[in-house]
C-alpha cells in the first residue's frame, strides 16, 4: 500500500512534466506563428499612409507674370518634378507634365528649339502635349491639372490623360 502510494505521485509529476513540455510547445510554435503579425500590420498601415499623401495645390500665380519671357516653367510639386508649358491660345490652360520618363524612370529635359522632351538614358522622346515622339518609351508623359482660379493658376497632383 506504502508502496502504491510512492509510485503515484511519480507517475503524476511525468504527467506534469509532459503537459509542461507541451503546453511550452505549443506556446513557443504560437509565438513564432504570431510574431511577425505586428511587423506585416506595422507595415500595411504605414504604406497606406504613404498612399494617402497628395501634395497640396501649388498657386502659380498670374499667367502673364508666370510666363513673362518664357513659356515653360520649372516647379516643384510633392516629390515630382514639373515643367508647366504656356499655352498656345490665351484661353487655354497650360499644360503641366511630370519630368519622369514613362521607360525606367529618367528625368527628361525639355528642348524649347525642338519643342520636345528628351530622356538621355535610352534615347527616348516627347512631344511638347507629352505623347511618346519616339521609343523605347511607350506611355506618354503624365500630366496634372492646372487650373485658371481667382488666386492665378493652380497646379493639383491629379494625373489627366494627355
Ligand atoms: S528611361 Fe527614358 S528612354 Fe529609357
Given at each position: 500500500?506504502?508502496?502504491?502510494?510512492?509510485?503515484?505521485?511519480?507517475?503524476?509529476?511525468?504527467?506534469?512534466?509532459?503537459?509542461?513540455?507541451?503546453?511550452?510547445?505549443?506556446?513557443?510554435?504560437?509565438?513564432?506563428?504570431?510574431?511577425?503579425?505586428?511587423?506585416?500590420?506595422?507595415?500595411?498601415?504605414?504604406?497606406?499612409?504613404?498612399?494617402?499623401?497628395?501634395?497640396?495645390?501649388?498657386?502659380?500665380?498670374?499667367?502673364?507674370?508666370?510666363?513673362?519671357?518664357?513659356?515653360?516653367?520649372f516647379?516643384?510639386?510633392?516629390?515630382?518634378?514639373?515643367v508647366?508649358?504656356?499655352?498656345?491660345?490665351?484661353?487655354?490652360?497650360?499644360?503641366?507634365?511630370?519630368?519622369?520618363?514613362?521607360?525606367?524612370?529618367?528625368?527628361?529635359?525639355?528642348?524649347?528649339?525642338?519643342?520636345?522632351?528628351?530622356?538621355?538614358?535610352?534615347?527616348?522622346?516627347?512631344?511638347?502635349?507629352?505623347?511618346?515622339?519616339?521609343?523605347?518609351?511607350?506611355?506618354?508623359?503624365?500630366?496634372?491639372?492646372?487650373?485658371?482660379?481667382a488666386?492665378?493658376?493652380?497646379?493639383?497632383?491629379?494625373?489627366?490623360?494627355?
Amino acid at each position: 500500500m506504502t508502496e502504491d502510494m510512492t509510485e503515484q505521485p511519480t507517475l503524476s509529476e511525468a504527467q506534469e512534466e509532459r503537459r509542461r513540455f507541451a503546453t511550452l510547445l505549443l506556446g513557443g510554435a504560437l509565438i513564432a506563428y504570431a510574431a511577425p503579425f505586428p511587423v506585416v500590420l506595422w507595415q500595411y498601415l504605414t504604406a497606406s499612409a504613404a498612399r494617402r499623401i497628395v501634395a497640396e495645390p501649388k498657386v502659380l500665380g498670374n499667367p502673364s507674370t508666370l510666363f513673362a519671357g518664357t513659356e515653360a516653367v520649372f516647379t516643384k510639386l510633392g516629390s515630382k518634378n514639373v515643367v508647366v508649358l504656356r499655352a498656345e491660345q490665351e484661353q487655354d490652360a497650360p499644360k503641366a507634365l511630370h519630368l519622369r520618363c514613362t521607360h525606367a524612370g529618367c528625368t527628361v529635359e525639355w528642348q524649347p528649339n525642338r519643342r520636345r522632351f528628351v530622356c538621355h538614358c535610352h534615347g527616348g522622346e516627347f512631344h511638347a502635349d507629352g505623347s511618346v515622339a519616339k521609343l523605347p518609351p511607350t506611355q506618354p508623359l503624365e500630366r496634372l491639372l492646372v487650373k485658371h482660379e481667382a488666386r492665378g493658376l493652380v497646379l493639383y497632383d491629379v494625373a489627366l490623360e494627355p
